[in-house]
């Protein structure tokens, strides 16, 4: 590693941990630890869901998929960001509205009882620790790379900055990492999108022409189906993107720390500016990359494209502006992960401690001491199965959260905001039959089995063809919900009415 790069990787930790300690001041009651207080602005929580949002798999992966695949690569920016249209116009507003820290707060509005909220607790736990074994795996090996240290340490070095952060400062010390994060990660992905855009002569239309001969693919390399030759599979992952960020906890979690639904609704239009911005220049990123640096500098660097920007950034900037590529890359990294840390110590403190087991009769003090120490517990053990995930192929652990997330969470919060007749049968349905079907469908898809060995965990054939399942979870999971209310005799239409005027005007 050299100088410049490790003087602006203590810079970058340096600044976090300023933070952590100006914001631990601040946090002294549950509410502030677990929402900030409901204090942030409009742009801030916007700034703070982009860099929630925008992991490494968002900088890294998808520049180097477009490197390498062209169109194909650019699926994923499309998924990510048409995601935030249903988030903006669903489940934003009444979210707010309607929860306090957790989904399952949000849920429980109408459904107060213990076994919805521990499986909505459940649900939640389930997609963060799979997301984040994903989040550490990645992590661990792209700061080995990029420091040339150790897989353990690099896993280590992360896991104690994000449960310094969360345990320390709680929601406000990961919103303000989170927002400087968002901001650096522009301001690097403007300055090497320019630079591309300079090489170009700032014609977009020549970059384009170009494109066509520079990589091996040739004009293929702007056409679908380089990568994904399955139609059915790119329509389920899609669908698993699109619907399955709106049932992510650690978003989510991110409209209970604005004081209403209007500003939720405002961070979620700042949001989405932000994230459209990155994905639409990580066309820049990727067509860079792959014109200046070339697929098999690429690929010998890590096969899966990963080292493409920061690649990128030294042929095009020299060794100063790959150090802060890398830097930018090692922050993002802690601002996910850090995020994912809270969602699940609140899944865990707040819902199964906090409200199901001491049924909610805990003082300020004790809530407190529950989220740290919850937080403590998600992460060592979130470390430790990265640790022995190494070897493993993660694709699939993401691509399980979103479907989990889509298949799960996602019908049941529709429901509860939008449908009369939806009962506790059907939430529980809903949520258990998703949940259980996304697990099964990866378990036997060709993530896990495939007949080459190395090729996934283990040897054997796929009994499920697709990649992804959501397409046959995310139904899965609104029929369920559907068939157990109907079955159901119980309504409670008094209290839907109560809901639906909370989750149309905030009112308590």
């Not at 502030?32 to 992991?55: P, R, V």
């Not at 989510?252 to 639904?261: G, I, N, Q």
């Not at 200046?292 to 100063?320: C, H, Q, R, T, Y």
Request: with cysteine.
């Amino acid at each position: 590693m050299s100088v410049t790069a490790l003087i602006l990787f203590v810079l970058i930790v340096g600044m976090t941990l300023v933070i952590t300690y100006w914001a631990a001041k601040r946090t002294k009651t549950a509410s502030e630890f677990y929402t900030a207080g409901g204090g942030l602005t409009g742009w801030q929580n916007g700034l703070a869901i982009a860099g929630d949002y925008l992991s490494a798999a968002s900088f890294l992966g998808i520049a180097g998929a477009i490197a390498l695949s062209g169109f194909d690569g650019f699926f994923y920016s499309i998924g990510y960001l048409v995601a935030y249209l249903v988030v903006l116009y669903i489940v934003a507003e009444p979210l707010r509205n309607l929860g306090k820290y957790t989904i399952a707060d949000m849920i429980n509005a109408r459904f107060d009882q213990k076994k919805v909220r521990g499986v909505a607790a459940l649900s939640t736990l389930t997609i963060v620790i799979f997301y984040m074994i994903a989040q550490l795996v990645g992590a661990g090996a792209l700061i080995q790379l990029l420091l040339g240290i150790d897989y353990w340490v690099a896993v280590l070095l992360v896991g104690v900055m994000m449960t310094t952060y969360v345990i320390f400062g709680g929601m406000t010390a990961t919103s303000w990492v989170q927002i400087t994060k968002a901001v650096l990660l522009m301001l690097g992905t403007v300055i090497i999108s320019f630079l591309v855009l300079l090489k170009f002569n700032f014609n977009v239309f020549t970059m384009f022409d170009e494109m066509k001969t520079l990589t091996p693919l040739g004009e293929d390399y702007l056409n679908p189906g380089v990568k994904y030759k399955n139609p059915i599979d790119t329509i389920s992952m899609m669908a698993a993107l699109v619907l399955g960020t709106a049932g992510l906890p650690h978003i989510l979690m991110r409209f209970f720390t604005v004081k209403d639904a209007k500003t939720a609704r405002s961070s979620v239009v700042t949001a989405t500016w932000v994230v459209g911005i990155f994905y639409i220049l990580t066309i820049f990123l990727g067509f860079g990359a792959a014109a200046f640096v070339g697929s098999e500098e690429i690929i010998s660097a890590n096969a899966a494209g990963n080292m493409a920007a920061p690649l990128l950034a030294k042929a095009l900037g020299g060794d100063f502006l790959m150090s802060f590529v890398s830097a930018v890359a090692f922050a993002t990294i802690l601002a996910v992960v850090a995020g994912l840390v809270l969602s699940g110590a609140s899944a865990f403190a707040h819902d199964i401690y906090g409200q199901i087991i001491k049924k909610g009769k805990m003082t300020e003090k004790q809530q407190m001491l529950a989220a740290r120490y919850a937080s403590i517990g998600v992460a060592v053990l979130s470390i430790i199965l990265a640790l022995f995930a190494q070897k493993m192929n993660v694709a699939f652990l993401v691509s399980l959260a979103f479907c989990v997330a889509a298949s799960a969470n996602l019908p049941v919060i529709i429901f509860t905001i939008y449908w009369k007749k939806f009962n506790t049968a059907g939430a529980m349905a809903g949520m258990l039959t998703g949940l259980i079907t996304a697990l099964v469908l990866v378990a036997i898809s060709p993530s896990v089995l495939n007949p080459e060995p190395g090729a996934a965990i283990l040897v054997g054939n796929p009994i499920f063809p697709l990649t992804n399942p959501a397409i046959v979870s995310i139904p899965a999971g609104f029929l369920a919900a559907y068939i157990g209310t109907v079955v159901s005799s119980k309504r409670d239409e008094k209290k839907y009415a109560e809901v639906a005027v909370k989750a149309n005007t905030g009112v308590k």
